[in-house]
């Protein structure tokens, strides 16, 4: 079974560019959630989608956005980046069958994002 | 507000010794925890786990112990290898909610 596939795997932006990061999580698997690995501030939740749904979010400026697709692909969209935005976002993705108990979640390579 | 906390950043151990992660967390909520590995440029990998039912968890050469009166969770691998020279992130979650919190991490270097 594939793991989870995040793209692309490195970018480098300018302050005040967009950026979209994509996540194809393990087939059959219908959660995604995003997370933000910066030195300072280590690995910060950020959302979790189901079923096309944000089911959670994190702290996080409303500059951080995403969406989910019917074939649970997921992307997540920073606008008006700032030097700090500069960090691995790590995708997860999760069966999420069993409510009430939590369900493992298996993590992509992450992507690479340097803002200039 | 750092909920979940692991006060050393780096670990150094003997191979064949027993290596002992430690992890403190301040939200009484966290019903479940984890430990994760990850090296780089790839994404952080389960390692074990424990509800806050029980007090031990064991697999293989890792066992994790939980002290919920102390709010003190810590990974014991034992004996430790080359291998498992890592970063090692402890994180806790209040069940169906999805949302892992993350402690800093701390980089473990087994030295042969």
């Known amino acids: 079974k594939a793991g989870v596939t995040q793209t692309p795997r490195y970018l480098i932006k300018t302050r005040g560019q967009q950026v979209t990061l994509s996540c194809s999580p393990i087939?059959?698997?219908?959660?995604v959630s995003w997370y933000q690995q910066t030195p300072g501030q280590g690995l910060q939740f950020l959302f979790e989608?189901?079923?096309?749904?944000?089911?959670n979010k994190g702290n996080f400026p409303g500059r951080f956005s995403g969406r989910q697709f019917s074939n649970s692909r997921s992307e997540m969209n920073v606008s008006t980046l700032e030097l700090g935005d500069s960090a691995l976002y790590l995708c997860?993705?999760?069966?999420?069958?069993?409510?009430?108990?939590?369900?493992?979640?298996?993590f992509g390579p992450g992507t690479r994002l340097t803002v200039l | 507000d750092q909920q979940v906390k692991q006060n050393s950043p780096s670990l150094s151990v003997q191979e064949g010794r027993i290596s002992i992660l430690n992890c403190d967390y301040t939200?009484?909520?966290?019903?479940?925890f984890l430990w994760y590995k990850k090296y780089p440029a790839e994404g952080p990998t389960f390692l074990i786990s424990?509800?806050?039912?029980?007090d031990k968890n064991e697999d293989g050469r890792f066992t994790v112990f939980l002290n919920k009166s102390a709010k003190h969770l810590s990974l014991h691998i034992v004996p430790s290898q080359p291998g498992d020279s890592a970063v090692y992130f402890c994180?806790?979650?209040?069940?169906?909610?999805?949302?892992?919190?993350f402690g800093q991490g701390t980089r473990l270097t087994i030295n042969p």
């Open positions: 997860a993705s999760s069966p999420r069958v069993t409510s009430g108990l939590y369900n493992e979640q298996f």
């Open positions: 087939s059959g698997h219908r959660s």
């Open positions: 989608y189901f079923s096309e749904t944000q089911r």
């Open positions: 939200n009484s909520m966290f019903d479940y």
């Open positions: 424990i509800s806050s039912i029980k």
């Open positions: 994180a806790a979650i209040v069940q169906g909610a999805q949302k892992l919190v």
